[in-house]
């Protein structure tokens, strides 16, 4: 059974671009969220998708945004990137919303903005 | 709001023995499930081990336990025969059950990076 794909693995963009991150959650899994990851702020929540609607969202501002497909693919997209975006985005998915057995994470995209 | 504390950011054990990691959080809901996530240099985290409040025994997962003390609002991850594999960044992390609501997300703790000598 395949885990969570994400891609790319690597991306540099830089100040001002905005990026795309893709994720393939387990087949059959519904629930997709993602984190960022940072030295200093460590993991903090962005958004959960299910069945095509984000249920949840962090405290992001709204330059964070994403979108999940009826297959239970997700994106996410950042715009007008700052140096401070530079992090580690990990999308984690379950079969259902409540994830009481926990979360199936990928191995994150980094993204380095220069 | 929930928050989660790993007061060890770095702890080290000799291969074969046990270590034991701490993991402190603070919420006033009575129900929720507290998990232990693995963070190797692959980045890819992986769960090593689930707690559900409601129940009071404690889980093991073959070489990984946890010492679940609800009242106290601690939840610890003991490493028994420590191998060179365990060597990760190790995270504790909260989520509420919150049937209906919104809050489906997990709240981690810093994390604590462990070495594993050989």
């Known amino acids: 059974k395949a885990g969570v794909t994400q891609t790319p693995r690597y991306l540099i963009k830089t100040r001002g671009q905005q990026v795309t991150l893709s994720c393939s959650p387990i087949?059959?899994?519904?629930?997709v969220s993602w984190y960022q990851q940072t030295p200093g702020q460590g993991l903090q929540f962005l958004f959960e998708y299910f069945s095509e609607t984000q249920r949840n969202k962090g405290n992001f501002p709204g330059r964070f945004s994403g979108r999940q497909f009826s297959n239970s693919r997700s994106e996410m997209n950042v715009s007008t990137l700052e140096l401070g975006d530079s992090a580690l985005y990990l999308c984690a998915s379950s079969l259902g919303r409540e994830a009481n057995y926990g979360y199936t994470f990928g191995s994150g995209t980094r993204l380095t903005v220069v | 709001a929930q928050t989660v504390t790993q007061s060890q950011p770095e702890m080290s054990v000799q291969e074969a023995e046990t270590v034991t990691l701490s993991c402190t959080y603070d919420?006033?809901?009575?129900?929720?499930?507290l998990f232990w996530y693995k963070q190797p240099p692959s980045r890819q985290m992986i769960l090593v081990i689930r707690q559900e409040a409601y129940k009071q025994q404690n889980a093991t997962e073959n070489r990984f336990s946890v010492n679940f003390q609800k009242a106290a609002k601690s939840f610890s991850l003991k490493i028994s025969d420590s191998q060179l594999g365990d060597a990760a960044m190790y995270f504790c992390a909260y989520r509420t059950p919150n049937s209906g609501g919104s809050n489906y997300k997990l709240t981690f703790g810093k994390g604590t990076l462990l070495t594993v000598n050989p």
């Open positions: 087949s059959g899994h519904r629930s």
């Open positions: 919420t006033s809901e009575s129900d929720y499930y």
